[in-house]
């Protein structure tokens, strides 16, 4: 029989047991979750993101923007409207998301209404005046039902240089070498008008010679994986990473991306880490080798009528340089 003394003493430890089995339980729950979502494939929202500013050749300010969207697959479209929108604000004036910010006047900012899945940073920019001082760019962006914001400032802490974009995107395998602080992005020019006019069904031609000046950073020879266990074998850094090389590729900008189809497919733009997903950031993916006269060829045709914001898309794994192409598409 158990003494008085071992069943206090029982007593008083069953409730440190089903704390630490409550913990348990919580902590495995929270894990599960997490690796439910890590893979989400729709249902997400997408946030605006501001990733940073550096001087301009003017005395002005380059502001950068990005977008992460939260699925795997889900894409959205948001006009340029309440749903889709900048506003140039005193500091703090949109802090509360309940604040309309929206004036038509200031809404259109060159920004995306084509939303790819996953992790496009540094897509796009906006250029301030020297006397901005502590006023705000702030992109306002509803998906889902679910209103985010991004505060563009000139804050000390968010002044970038070539090096940190390369940094941020995985450049030349997340190198940190010194010489990425001055790597000038490729020269890139598109053949042909900015603005055209195709019809449903019938492809329309597309060209654009591109090039790197510095060469910085140079292809790599370095050899892809190959066996099972290294393409499949879990990424070692925080940043996804993905090989150097002048590339090019044809996004859609504006417009259902659905209802355009490019010949050749175009490589992925965004940071897509599956196992052959098409993507620079996808093993075991291989950079594709510079054509002939540096001349990306190809063509696209559209299924449906409307506006179309074509981007191309020069890299040379760590800085970009894009392009538009206006296309209204008519029956």
């Not at 704390?19 to 729709?42: D, E, I, K």
């Not at 796009?124 to 001082?133: L, S, Y």
Request: glycine share 8%.
């Amino acid at each position: 029989m158990k003494s008085v003394k071992q069943l206090i003493s029982e007593y008083l430890m069953a409730p440190a047991l089903l704390v630490m089995v409550m913990l348990v339980l919580l902590m495995s729950a929270s894990v599960a979750n997490a690796q439910g979502r890590f893979m989400q494939r729709t249902g997400e929202i997408t946030s605006p993101a501001y990733e940073g500013w550096w001087p301009a050749d003017d005395g002005g300010y380059t502001l950068f923007f990005g977008y992460m969207n939260s699925n795997w697959e889900q894409e959205f479209d948001v006009p340029i409207g309440s749903s889709n929108y900048f506003s140039i604000v005193e500091s703090g004036e949109l802090d509360d998301l309940g604040a309309d910010g929206y004036d038509f006047s200031q809404s259109d900012q060159g920004q995306p209404t084509h939303f790819y899945p996953r992790r496009n940073p540094f897509l796009f920019t906006i250029d301030v005046p020297a006397d901005f001082g502590t006023d705000e760019v702030v992109w306002t962006l509803v998906t889902q039902g679910h209103l985010a914001r991004a505060y563009g400032s000139l804050k000390a802490d968010y002044r970038i240089d070539p090096q940190v974009i390369s940094t941020e995107v995985g450049g030349s395998f997340g190198s940190l070498d010194d010489r990425l602080r001055t790597n000038i992005p490729p020269e890139l020019r598109v053949e042909g008008e900015s603005f055209r006019s195709a019809r449903v069904g019938q492809s329309m031609d597309l060209a654009v010679i591109a090039n790197d000046p510095d060469n910085l950073p140079a292809r790599s020879n370095r050899a892809v994986p190959s066996t099972p266990d290294r393409i499949y074998r879990p990424p070692s850094s925080i940043t996804a990473q993905s090989g150097p090389g002048l590339r090019f590729s044809w996004t859609i900008y504006r417009g259902p991306a659905d209802r355009a189809t490019f010949n050749p497919v175009q490589m992925k733009t965004y940071t897509d880490t599956r196992v052959y997903a098409n993507s620079p950031w996808s093993p075991p993916f291989t950079i594709p080798e510079v054509p002939e006269n540096n001349r990306w060829e190809s063509t696209v045709t559209f299924d449906e009528p409307g506006e179309y914001v074509l981007r191309g898309i020069a890299s040379d794994g760590s800085m970009f340089t894009y392009r538009n192409v206006t296309v209204t598409v008519t029956r």
